[in-house]
């Protein structure tokens, strides 16, 4: 049997790995939940994240990526080594007896690809592929991503959002920013705490951001939030009408517009007519938002396509990547030094 190829997609919200049998073998929120007396990792992923604010101030739970960058490189080694503990008990291999090809974001500087790949090489790997998490993303949601041909990926992820235009096998123009869905829950919380003396966590803001909708006046409906009072320090649960969000909804969607307009303008013109008959290809957790790719339209009147998978398309293309090598030209290889 050959060596197993796995793509890696360290995403500021979720862990994805995917094999090169396409299926994927890991899929979690990028959080560690962290004992500071202990020095200890008690737990990673969902069940990390189910212990957000509800354990005693020794423990803290952890998100060691935001905006896609890695910030707390320690806590980032060990949540990768309980990952790979993970990946090992499916697949019976460790990282070293892999192939791996991890995802970055477009333009990713030198300290950025470092820090992911000192991570890994830690972990045993003597070599790795990195490729540009857009072109990865192309391959995952199905586009011709070798042909000379204009595909326009916007990948809406939790710490940044980024529109590139791939066409052989290439990434020919990109753009980026790095506040996205996690920007968004703050704004949530903090329109709670300032016009209703509500404190709630980002769990619960993360909750309300998926009951909204790009256009409120059109379904506009009631949302219970539970939180603490502020006044009185007791729980409370109140009633707050989904329109009162539109201000920090419209903040979001003109991130998006941005990044999007940015990258057709910078577009070579040869390639302007194949964006006008194919579209845009949504993709990224923040793409599910009630309503975007009819809002999107609306704004630049070419078609909006949502990825079969939004959660997987970055990582199922990291782990296509290798049978495409030839093919592919925003991908490197790295070695231990």
């Not at 604010?53 to 935001?66: C, H, M, R, Y």
């Not at 290439?170 to 920013?177: D, E, K, L, Q, Y």
């Not at 966590?201 to 993360?206: C, P, Q, R």
């Not at 991130?255 to 949504?282: D, F, K, Y």
Request: charged share 20%.
């Amino acid at each position: 049997m050959g060596k197993v190829t796995i793509g890696i997609d360290i995403g500021t919200a979720n862990i994805s790995i995917y094999s090169d049998m396409e299926k994927m073998i890991f899929h979690e929120p990028t959080v560690l939940a962290y004992d500071t007396k202990k020095n200890k990792v008690l737990e990673i992923g969902h069940e990390a994240k189910e212990l957000a604010e509800k354990t005693p101030g020794s423990i803290v739970v952890i998100s060691p990526l935001q905006g896609g960058i890695i910030v707390d490189f320690d806590m980032t080694l060990r949540l990768m080594k309980k990952v790979e503990s993970r990946v090992s008990a499916v697949t019976g291999k460790r990282f070293k007896q892999m192939d791996l090809i991890v995802s970055l974001l477009p333009g990713a500087t030198n300290i950025e690809r470092q820090a992911i790949g000192d991570i890994l090489f830690s972990l045993g790997v003597k070599s790795l592929y990195f490729i540009e998490g857009s072109l990865a993303a192309t391959m995952g949601t199905g586009l011709p991503f070798e042909k000379p041909i204009a595909n326009v990926i916007v990948d809406i992820g939790a710490g940044k959002i980024t529109t590139s235009l791939v066409s052989y096998g290439g990434i020919v123009t990109s753009a980026t920013i790095r506040k996205s869905g996690n920007e968004l829950d703050r704004e949530i919380a903090q329109l709670v705490r300032s016009k209703y003396n509500v404190l709630i966590g980002l769990e619960t803001a993360e909750q309300v951001k998926w009951q909204l909708h790009c256009d409120m006046s059109q379904v506009n409906h009631t949302i219970e939030i539970e939180g603490r009072d502020l006044v009185t320090g007791f729980p409370i649960t109140i009633e707050v009408e989904s329109t009162e969000f539109q201000n920090e909804v419209n903040e979001f969607l003109n991130r998006i517009l941005g990044v999007v307009q940015t990258t057709l303008e910078n577009s070579p013109p040869e390639l302007s007519g194949n964006i006008r008959a194919s579209g845009l290809m949504l993709t990224g957790g923040g793409s599910l938002l009630g309503g975007l790719s009819e809002w999107l339209h609306s704004k630049i009147a070419v078609p909006i396509h949502l990825a079969p998978a939004p959660f997987e398309s970055v990582a199922l293309g990291t782990s296509m990547a290798m049978e495409h090598m030839d093919r592919l030209i925003n991908i490197d290889k790295v070695v231990a030094r």
